[in-house]
């Protein structure tokens, strides 16, 4: 799923495409996508683009009297950018925005359709949409620490939970926790202040890195390759790879279809998290440390 940083470079290339600019219209061939019914979509038809927001991990299009286009791509949804009037793909194509410089399409992948698109009408409507969690930037350490602590979760879950705090997924939060050294299994409630205050330091130093790298990554263009997984990627889709701080080979956990990945030498003091399918499959002979491994 495109996370805080893929978003803000789509953002930043669509700034530079649509803001003043006029939809003039939009096409959609997605009986799943489109959310809402008033406003209805049509109304977005004449009208300029004010501004390009990012609300959480959806983008939205302000549009003139106060309407907005709010996109969220989900896990297999992507955005790009084609020549006017570009046909929608049969395949993968659910909607196209159409303006006089280019059209902007949306794909998405595989056969579940969880991609959506949102018409709403005023501020208070777009607020409705947002799922309440704080932009990483922009809270302080006590208030990170207080978010965190209000509910007993794992660091992983705690981390990617957008009431919590917004933008950051799975991908990131293995980022994220390995940078701070401490298990994604670590509890919430069971932090010192040392190790809250180094995962806020670690989560605003990550987040704040990887948007300057994926905006730079796409310079004047628009992103074509957004993925969940990236070569300078310490930990995240690492699985066997040796960790890039201490060499120990990355591990993970694996439950339904989520994926957590985790170096033991840096974030578990060697120990190997049990997987549910693994461990129940091998039993005893499962490793319980790195050095059985």
């Given at each position: ?219 004047d263009g628009f992103p074509t390759k957004v993925t969940a997984f990236h070569p300078r990627m310490a930990v995240h889709g690492k699985y066997g790879e040796p960790c890039p701080v201490c060499g120990a080979p990355v591990q993970r956990i694996v439950y339904a279809s989520r994926e957590t990945n985790y170096c ?30």
């Amino acid at each position: 799923m495109p996370e805080l940083p893929e978003i803000e470079a789509y953002r930043a290339a669509l700034r530079a495409r649509v803001e003043g600019e006029v939809i003039e219209r939009v096409r959609n061939r997605s009986v799943s996508l489109l959310k809402t019914w008033d406003p209805p979509l049509e109304a977005a038809h004449g009208r300029r683009v004010l501004d390009v927001r990012r609300l959480g991990k959806r983008i939205v299009l302000g549009l003139e009297d106060e309407l907005f286009l709010v996109v969220h791509l989900m896990v297999a949804g992507r955005l790009a950018w084609l020549a006017p009037g570009a046909a929608i793909p049969k395949k993968y194509g659910q909607a196209a925005f159409d303006f006089s410089g280019g059209t902007l399409l949306l794909t998405e992948a595989g056969t579940k359709r969880r991609a959506s698109l949102h018409v709403v009408r005023g501020e208070d409507g777009l607020a409705a949409l947002d799922p309440g969690g704080v932009e990483i930037a922009d809270v302080s350490a006590p208030d990170f620490a207080l978010r965190l602590r209000a509910a007993r979760h794992t660091l992983k879950r705690a981390l990617s939970d957008a009431r919590i705090l917004s933008g950051i997924g799975g991908a990131f939060a293995d980022e994220i926790l390995h940078r701070a050294r401490l298990s994604p299994m670590q509890l919430t409630t069971n932090l010192s202040d040392e190790e809250m205050a180094r995962l806020w330091s670690a989560a605003r130093a990550t987040m704040a890195e990887w948007e300057a790298l994926r905006v730079a990554e796409t310079g004047d263009g628009f992103p074509t390759k957004v993925t969940a997984f990236h070569p300078r990627m310490a930990v995240h889709g690492k699985y066997g790879e040796p960790c890039p701080v201490c060499g120990a080979p990355v591990q993970r956990i694996v439950y339904a279809s989520r994926e957590t990945n985790y170096c033991p030498g840096c974030q578990t003091d060697g120990r190997i998290l049990r997987d549910r399918a693994l461990s129940r499959l091998l039993r005893e002979t499962f490793p319980k440390h790195l050095d059985e491994l």
